[in-house]
């Protein structure tokens, strides 16, 4: 079954999670890879700021939305697919939507490091349900997202097959996470090149994780409780 669904939009996403609870009562696996990084400042439907959408809000509302799923599929696992700009990151918690001022590449380093306070706030949150999480930096892939990030204009975007990997090569370790059995009790980490690493000092501040995992439900309009 393959749905389609406008991320940008809470109701679409909200539409998705609806058509997948009716058709499986349970689920072993949820990888969440979404990325845009649009030159000038765009908001949503919904009025928000589209790489807060987008980066962030869809997959942590998508995740919260299917988790009843994957706790009655368990021992299940969530990827959540980051990326190596989050290092020097910093969310300034006043302007999550960058309203004061907007820097394409600052702003999805900024999800980035969002991708990342989510994945181990849910993974503190499911300690003992059977349910993992861990975070990926797939490393530099040669698609559409690259060439955006690389101000490569749409004729030239075989330009960015220069500098990075396939496709193939950049799901590996999504793959290997979603499925090796030597990662199958590991939760809360970081991987890249399918060996666990660290991520940025900023990353495990547990404060900001709870403080976004708050604020995230705000946006979404989840009823998630601020405790573990």
Do not use: C
């Not at 990888?31 to 997959?59: C, F, K, S, W, Y």
């Not at 006043?94 to 993974?123: C, G, I, P, W």
Request: hydrophobic content about 40%; glycine content about 6%.
């Amino acid at each position: 079954m393959v749905l389609e669904a406008d991320l940008s939009s809470q109701a679409a996403v909200r539409k998705a999670a609806d058509q997948i609870r009716s058709q499986f009562d349970r689920l072993h696996v949820l990888v969440n890879n979404a990325g845009i990084i649009p030159r000038r400042r765009e908001t949503t439907v919904d009025g928000l700021e589209m790489q807060l959408a987008v980066n962030h809000l869809a997959p942590f509302l998508l995740t919260n939305l299917l988790l009843e799923r994957l706790r009655a599929g368990a021992p299940s696992r969530i990827v959540v697919v980051t990326s190596t700009t989050h290092h020097g990151a910093e969310i300034d918690f006043d302007d999550l939507q960058s309203e004061r001022s907007y820097n394409a590449e600052d702003a999805y380093a900024v999800t980035k490091l969002m991708n990342l306070h989510f994945t181990y706030e849910l993974a503190r949150r499911l300690r003992g349900s059977g349910v993992t999480a861990n975070a990926v930096h797939p490393g530099a892939v040669a698609t559409r997202l690259l060439a955006d990030y690389m101000r490569v204009p749409l004729a030239r975007v075989a330009l960015a097959r220069t500098f990075g990997a396939s496709p193939e090569q950049g799901a590996d370790t999504v793959v290997y996470l979603a499925s090796a059995t030597d990662v199958a009790g590991t939760t809360g980490k970081y991987f890249t090149n399918r060996q666990e690493t660290r991520s940025s000092p900023a990353s495990y501040d547990e404060k900001a994780a709870r403080r976004l995992w708050e604020l995230s439900a705000e946006l979404t309009g989840l009823q998630v409780d601020s405790g573990r």
